[in-house]
């Protein structure tokens, strides 16, 4: 009887872990999509608008490069330097959503060098849609901001003459120039050309029904709770009008707070390691179980500040690398000054009970099988199993051991280490809740086996079905977290 209680209480534990773990994803992902549609509606009011770009590496570009004949490389610390090899360059300005260019058609160009070198603009629709060209004549001969009104251009669409496109879900510069010449950018901004008028916050529904109005910037609440209904009714907003400000329902529009200044990010990432620094293997000034207790949180503290946005960029950053560096380097000196009293652990235990961990995977599949969007490759499962390798390193191997010697209770162990593991796939409330049911099972079988690889083997298969079956309207939207899980899909 004492067993069967025991049983319950961690299953009730656990349901309340889970129901938990989906109020935060969603109340993240909710926060997220407000400060989006704040900073939005604050650039509209300002005679901005949300597409804007700071170039100051290579990484600020598409693919980190030039397509063409050329390279890009940073000028010092306040603008990028193109590199002409002789020929036609393009250079692809990221778009974290579509680009409305009917509410700003205006392309400012700020230049700290440059040369009178032919420039065209070249567009896309969707990114399967034909390329539409125009030329924009020459840019300066000296440092300047140039300022170009696409809808002024003669665009031509599939060789064909057309009108400016309205949206943008590509948006490159094509500048021809001979060997040895160069320029340097240090921003573009897309501008309205006339003060735009921002309505009233109306409802999702009556947004839907209502005809779009030329001229204006609709407001639209969103009633969606859930994280990935709420991306998904924010992409579909967008996909009708890509200068629409989306808000979650009932938010009411404002100026956000300035954002945190750059140095920020690294003094959090400073002060992460001062707990590190405090349970450093064999510490004096603590007993034990709190050193092994506080050397399993500081193991996960860089993981889970990667989740909860330091690193805050669409594209994996310094900031959030130097975090990930900073744990696996953190775990692997624990592992190096391995401390005795743990449970040993190896790499492949008896072939008897190594199928288990492939229980979540099997479930995986069967949720491919309802959602499938493509077929896994063995391509996908090589690049996700260094991934999978690292992470049940860290939670298995580095957190779950020593909260299980610091706790004490196999069931608080599992609990603990499962929730850790969830976490750091905030704010991603369907993966979160995944990860904390997968982490349940893993965790219970290592700490019965000690052994590693079938655990991993199973979350590199799992993580393959599961990114096959995510779409941006599912209920699965991706395999992201962080900043990039908020990025738009349309």
Not at 81 to 107: D, E, H
Not at 163 to 178: C, E, F, H, N, S
Not at 343 to 364: D, E, F, I, K, Y
Request: net charge positive; hydrophobic share 60%.
């Amino acid at each position: 009887m004492r067993a069967l209680a025991h049983a319950t209480a961690a299953a009730l534990v656990a349901l309340a872990l889970a129901a938990a773990l989906a109020l935060l994803g969603n109340a993240l992902t909710r926060a997220g999509v407000a400060r989006q549609g704040e900073r939005a509606w604050a650039d509209w009011r300002a005679a901005r608008s949300p597409w804007r770009w700071t170039l100051r590496q290579p990484r600020d570009v598409i693919a980190g490069r030039v397509f063409g004949p050329g390279r890009v490389s940073a000028a010092g610390t306040d603008a990028l330097t193109v590199a002409f090899a002789g020929g036609a360059l393009q250079l692809g300005l990221r778009l974290a959503r579509p680009a409305s260019l009917r509410q700003a058609p205006l392309l400012a160009l700020q230049l700290t060098r440059s040369q009178a070198l032919p420039l065209s603009i070249i567009v896309r629709r969707t990114l399967t849609a034909p390329a539409c060209v125009a030329a924009a004549g020459r840019l300066p001969a000296t440092a300047a901001t140039l300022r170009i009104d696409l809808a002024a251009l003669h665009w031509r669409c599939a060789d064909a003459p057309a009108v400016m496109p309205a949206r943008a879900a590509m948006l490159r510069l094509q500048i021809a120039g001979p060997a040895g010449a160069r320029i340097a950018l240090r921003g573009a901004a897309l501008l309205p050309t006339a003060p735009v008028v921002l309505t009233a916050p109306v409802p999702w529904s009556a947004w839907r029904a209502a005809a779009p109005t030329i001229g204006t910037v609709p407001v639209v609440w969103l009633p969606a709770r859930f994280s990935s209904h709420l991306l998904a009714q924010r992409d579909a907003l967008w996909r009708r009008d890509p200068a629409a400000v989306a808000l979650p329902a009932d938010v009411l529009p404002h100026a956000p707070a300035a954002p945190a200044t750059k140095p920020w990010g690294w003094i959090v990432i400073a002060l992460c390691a001062l707990p590190m620094l405090l349970a450093w293997p064999g510490p004096r000034h603590l007993a034990q179980r709190p050193a092994w207790l506080l050397q399993a949180l500081a193991a996960m503290l860089p993981v889970l500040l990667v989740a909860f946005g330091i690193g805050d960029s669409q594209t994996p950053d310094l900031r959030s690398g130097a975090l990930i560096a900073l744990a696996l380097g953190y775990a692997l000196l624990l592992t190096l000054r391995e401390d005795a009293a743990l449970r040993p652990w190896h790499w492949l235990g008896s072939w008897r009970a190594t199928w288990l961990p492939l229980l979540p995977a099997v479930l995986a599949s069967v949720l491919w099988l309802l959602q499938a969007q493509h077929a896994p490759q063995p391509a996908d499962f090589a690049r996700y199993l260094p991934w999978a390798a690292l992470q049940q390193f860290l939670v298995l191997v580095v957190v779950a051991r020593r909260l299980d010697a610091a706790l004490g209770r196999r069931a608080a162990t599992v609990l603990a280490a499962a929730t850790l593991f969830a976490l750091g796939h905030a704010p991603n409330t369907a993966l979160m809740l995944l990860a904390f049911a997968a982490g349940l099972w893993w965790t219970w079988w290592f700490l019965r086996r000690g052994a590693l690889l079938p655990v991993v083997l199973a979350h590199a298969l799992a993580g393959t079905l599961l990114q096959a079956s995510a779409s941006d309207s599912g209920w699965l939207r991706s395999l992201a977290i962080g900043a990039r899980y908020l990025g738009s899909g349309g």
